[in-house]
């Protein structure tokens, strides 16, 4: 059932499929599940080659019982805004997560940063946030010193004067942004080590053919991103 949750013979396939060297889609294709699904199931129970079908099913179960330990008794999740479905939003999240995680995201990071973006806010306090991942508030803190040096969040004080978090519209473009100054970055480095090598030698050719293609990469995306820029302002309906 692609809607439910995943049984100890379908995590055998899984592991079946990744001995294979079958890609995640080709796997969620077989088990008629979300490339998503199989994907976070992977990444968050030891990766493509560390995954064991009997030891996530485990682990699995062992997070639903502490969940169902964790909520006490005669308590209800509280109801989602405009009539979504509270379990299909949590997946969504966690799916979300496991995305940035494989960009290169820390772990704490990408789970404030989904967090921030499945909000219909866009803000969250520190303890809205602590609250909704259930961390401790120092890990919070953490995280959110490594968005803001990242330029993907802001801090702004409300009328109450507590610090909220902010994702902004241009979140992605300031990310987009930041990576080509990386790969900006390397490609200098490599360019630099023409000389070190000796103009000519094989080394050398290999460090500026390097240099070259990340040159044209990072113009590209940085022109790119600069003439898509106003999607991410683009209102509802708005073609």
């Known amino acids: 059932m692609p809607g439910g949750r995943l049984t100890q013979q379908e995590?055998?396939?899984?592991?079946?499929?990744?001995?294979?060297g079958l890609a995640y889609a080709e796997i969620a294709?077989?088990?008629d599940r979300p490339t998503s699904t199989v994907t976070r199931e992977v990444m968050r129970n030891g990766g493509p080659t560390a995954y064991r079908a009997d030891l996530a099913h485990r682990a699995t179960e062992r997070r639903a019982h502490r969940r169902r330990q964790a909520t006490p008794r005669g308590t209800e999740a509280p109801p989602q805004a405009h009539g979504r479905d509270a379990e299909a939003v949590r997946e969504y999240e966690e799916a979300f997560t496991t995305?940035?995680?494989?960009?290169?995201?820390?772990?704490?990071?990408?789970?404030?940063?989904?967090?921030l973006c499945i909000s219909d806010t866009g803000s969250l306090t520190a303890s809205e946030l602590v609250q909704r991942l259930q961390v401790s508030p120092a890990s919070i803190s953490k995280a959110v010193a490594f968005l803001e040096s990242q330029g993907l969040v802001r801090r702004e004080r409300d009328e109450r004067r507590r610090d909220r978090y902010v994702v902004d519209d241009d979140v992605w473009?300031?990310?987009?942004?930041?990576?080509?100054r990386g790969t900006a970055h390397v490609a200098e480095?490599?360019?630099?080590?023409?000389?070190?090598?000796?103009?000519?030698?094989?080394?050398?050719?290999?460090?500026?053919?390097?240099?070259r293609f990340l040159d044209y990469v990072?113009?590209?995306?940085?022109?790119?991103?600069?003439?898509?820029?106003e999607v991410l302002h683009t209102k509802p309906g708005t073609p």
């Open 99 to 115: 995305v940035l995680m494989q960009s290169g995201t820390p772990k704490m990071m990408a789970r404030v940063l989904a967090c």
């Open 189 to 211: 480095t490599a360019r630099r080590g023409v000389g070190v090598l000796g103009q000519g030698t094989p080394a050398a050719v290999r460090l500026e053919n390097i240099a």
């Open 29 to 31: 294709r077989r088990l």
């Open 218 to 229: 990072s113009e590209s995306i940085a022109r790119a991103a600069d003439q898509a820029r």
């Open 173 to 180: 473009y300031q990310s987009m942004m930041a990576s080509v």
């Open 11 to 20: 995590r055998q396939q899984i592991a079946l499929g990744l001995a294979d």
